[in-house]
């Protein structure tokens, strides 16, 4: 079989088309649900003319039809396009155009947001998933249960092949989003499929073990991010890959997120740094639910504070909490077991097997001997192929180094002793104050260590002595004030002087994307008004 996102469900589905594979809220579908759904799907899709290597925009919640949607797309060799459904419409027309999508699949919600992105434009077909609402499109399309009526639900699919494209959109921090193209097989295996975690090797096969894996007793596994953005989706497609239950949610509450862990008797929860992290447990300590049976929780793209990390093991000691670094360039990259009542260093990760560390000159540095030292992370053997559509990103992404292929999506790290790497942020927030490098997420870091505060973002503004200024916005606890010269002091005891705020502005909330991560275009814009006013 070709090591393909298709081909591998499919395979599970033949080991195991009676398991529970996915639930959200009152849905509950097999292996054999979703396959039938999905193959039923890839037809419409044929039938109005969608064809292999066609691009297909999706832009939908957490809902069962997304997911069948993708693997149909899969399935007949389409690139599936995620959209976020937070965009406007000039940020709707952007990625319509740079996508080059020619068909499209949405909730109904989103209706009137697309007319206006779309405007004149025609695509080959529109395929509408209900969600409740009640808005017409203006443009052609057909429900989703037409779409699927009377289509045949058999795999007879052509061929194939693991260079089949895989296409997943990124906003990151700033800037239009970029889509960042994968050979499937990579995305399997940067998941961990088919590697030898121990040596680094891989294993060219789909073999007895990954067919092991989907025979025994399955794991439910809880995905709070939104499946339109990598870490849900990949979170997802490894679960699926290896035979196991997967639970989402169509969006973050977090009364509901307990009820469903202690319903769904959920062992994993992965998760989006502080801010799911931190409203989950403190929902859990009000009291009412009960979580026992987790076992592990991984957070990843964003700072999982120490405060945050201490209570999480508290309410669980025996919990198997994890960081997660990696980006949508690269995939999973390291990970660090979390210990309660360590002093916060911010995200500490081993070095993996396919990871390294770069300084500016592109000179590999050695983990070994250079301890102490920063650099660049980055990846090689399974990386993206490029950016759709933007030869001069990829080239200052995508480096070669003694002939060997890296993606370097700009994540500063130190180098630690034992091959371990402490995360510093990304280099394009990275704050230049009278020549000193500042990185956002240690002053956060520290900034969120003050009992007053519950969220901040930290950025940088125009200084006229100094080129650039830290600054901050900081959100407080409910019902605090909150004396912003008493939070400077606090972060002298850990923080050099240049590293401080000298600009903090308190907000009612610190502006986040829906997945959670940073959104600092926008705490600019806040800060900029702020100061104006």
Not at 83 to 107: C, F, K, P, Q
Not at 110 to 125: D, H, T
Not at 241 to 265: C, K, M, N, Y
Request: aromatic share 6%; proline share 5%.
């Amino acid at each position: 079989m070709a090591l393909t996102i298709a081909d591998l469900f499919e395979h599970v589905v033949d080991v195991c088309p009676d398991r529970t594979a996915l639930i959200i809220g009152g849905d509950r579908l097999t292996y054999a649900d979703i396959e039938a759904r999905a193959n039923a799907f890839g037809h419409h899709l044929s039938s109005q003319g969608v064809a292999a290597g066609d691009h297909v925009g999706l832009m939908a919640r957490n809902v069962t039809d997304h997911v069948v949607a993708m693997l149909g797309m899969f399935k007949i060799r389409a690139v599936p396009i995620n959209i976020n459904y937070r965009y406007t419409a000039s940020e709707l027309d952007y990625l319509i155009d740079n996508s080059g999508m020619v068909a499209l699949v949405h909730e109904r919600q989103y209706a009137p947001v697309l007319a206006e992105a779309l405007g004149e434009r025609r695509l080959l077909g529109v395929t509408v998933i209900e969600d409740g609402s009640t808005h017409e499109t203006t443009y052609p399309s057909v429900a989703w249960a037409a779409a699927l009526a009377g289509q045949p639900t058999a795999r007879d699919f052509a061929e194939r092949s693991p260079d089949d494209l895989y296409i997943v959109y990124t906003g990151g921090t700033t800037g239009y989003p970029k889509g960042v193209m994968w050979r499937q097989e990579d995305v399997w295996r940067t998941l961990g499929g088919g590697i030898d975690f121990a040596t680094g090797e891989r294993i060219e096969e789909f073999t007895q073990s990954q067919v092991a894996a989907a025979t025994t007793q399955p794991l439910v596994c809880l995905h709070l991010g939104p499946i339109m953005h990598a870490n849900g989706q990949w979170g997802l497609l490894l679960r699926l890959f290896t035979g196991q239950t997967s639970v989402l949610l169509p969006h973050f509450d977090p009364t509901e997120i307990w009820q469903a862990i202690d319903r769904e008797q959920v062992r994993t929860i992965s998760m989006i740094g502080d801010a799911m992290a931190r409203p989950l447990i403190e929902e859990l300590e009000r009291g009412g639910h009960d979580g026992s049976t987790l076992i592990t929780v991984t957070s990843s793209s964003a700072i999982l504070s120490a405060e945050v990390k201490d209570r999480w093991l508290a309410a669980f000691p025996d919990l198997n909490l994890v960081d997660v670094i990696g980006a949508s360039e690269t995939g999973f990259t390291g990970n660090g077991k979390v210990d309660a009542g360590k002093p916060d260093q911010g995200t500490v990760v081993k070095l993996g097997p396919e990871t390294a560390v770069l300084d500016e000159e592109n000179r590999l540095l050695d983990p070994d001997t250079e301890v102490g030292a920063v650099g660049l992370m980055a990846r090689c053997g399974s990386i993206p192929l490029g950016y759709l559509g933007d030869p001069e990103k990829t080239a200052r992404t995508f480096v070669t180094v003694d002939g060997i292929r890296y993606a370097v999506p700009g994540d500063w790290v130190r180098i630690e002793p034992d091959r371990h790497l402490t995360l510093l942020g990304r280099g394009s927030n990275c704050i230049n104050t009278g020549g000193e490098k500042v990185y956002p997420e240690e002053v956060e870091i520290a900034l969120k260590s003050h009992p007053g505060v519950f969220d901040t973002l930290v950025f940088s503004l125009p200084d006229a002595r100094f080129g650039q200024q830290v600054a901050a916005l900081v959100q407080t606890r409910p019902g605090l004030d909150l004396d912003l010269d008493e939070v400077r002091t606090h972060l002298r005891a850990s923080l050099s002087g240049y590293k401080i705020p000298r600009t903090m502005f308190v907000v009612e909330r610190v502006p986040r994307h829906v997945t959670g991560k940073a959104d600092y275009r926008a705490a600019r814009e806040l800060a900029e008004q702020r100061a104006t006013a």
